[in-house]
């Protein structure tokens, strides 16, 4: 429903109202006025009684078919959730363009409600950007590049897992095996609090989740394997040792 004259300044709103998970797609802009190194589609938002975490997304769609996406997913500023109830203000949905080899052929808005809830919209603006959207909106990477992190970061653990597995099924490299499964813990470690900084200082979802899930999971992974590889070297190394007393005495 549209409001005409009921925003700041009196600007028409749209209102939208939700009775249950719902996902509503407000625009989409073909060949959008977007240059480099970075943009934001930006507005204002004012909602009320929102139930769960509800949020704005923006996803930049290329001419070869890729897609990505920014959500406002943090915990303040105008990066945060839609979260019960809030007045007028500003939010921003940023894409860096750095690396890209072609300019966004369209974006698609769309405001996603988890339950209940009421949600007032004023018209939207695609602002250019002056310097890459990680540094001037404080977030630590775009998109593009945490889908990169992901891939590189579950890329390494899977190539360790497969060595850890190679070498500790036969019994060989006892002191590589048991380095790289602490090596693997110590890391999950770090990335789990990198993981947690980033979700904590408001960044968005593509920044801390690839963190936190590969980083959880090298750890926890290491740390179930680690005491069964120390069985089983021990097992071994316990074999050869009644092995050679079996053996045929001088």
């Known amino acids: 429903m549209t409001l005409p004259g009921e925003g700041t300044g009196g600007a028409a709103v749209l209102q939208l109202r939700s009775t249950g998970p719902m996902s509503f797609h407000l625009v989409t802009i073909e060949r959008p006025p977007v240059t480099g190194p970075a943009y934001a589609v930006t507005g204002q938002v004012r909602y009320q009684g929102v139930e769960g975490q509800g949020y704005l997304e923006m996803w930049t769609v290329f001419p070869d078919g890729e897609r990505f996406f920014s959500r406002t997913l943090g915990a303040q500023g105008p990066l945060a959730a839609l979260h019960g109830e809030s007045n007028w203000r500003r939010f921003e949905l940023p894409f860096d363009l750095s690396g890209a080899s072609q300019v966004p052929s369209r974006l698609e808005i769309n405001l996603v409600l988890p339950g209940r809830g009421a949600v007032w919209l004023e018209p939207l603006h695609v602002q250019q950007l002056a310097g890459p959207a990680g540094t001037v909106q404080g977030v630590w990477w775009s998109a593009r590049f945490g889908t990169l992190v992901g891939a590189i970061l579950g890329s390494f653990v899977g190539v360790v897992g497969a ?61 179930v394997i680690l005491p069964a590889m120390r069985r089983r070297y021990a097992a071994d190394e316990l074999r050869r040792i009644e092995a050679m007393d079996a053996g045929p005495s001088a």
């Not at 693997?184 to 993981?195: E, H, P, Q």
């Open 163 to 223: 060595i850890i597995g190679v070498l500790g099924g036969r019994g060989r490299a006892r002191r590589l095996v048991g380095a790289l499964l602490v090596g693997m813990i110590a890391v999950g470690g770090c990335l789990v609090l990198a993981g947690a900084a980033a979700a904590s200082s408001s960044q968005p979802r593509y920044v801390w989740y690839p963190l936190l899930v590969i980083g959880g999971a090298s750890g926890v992974i290491a740390l």
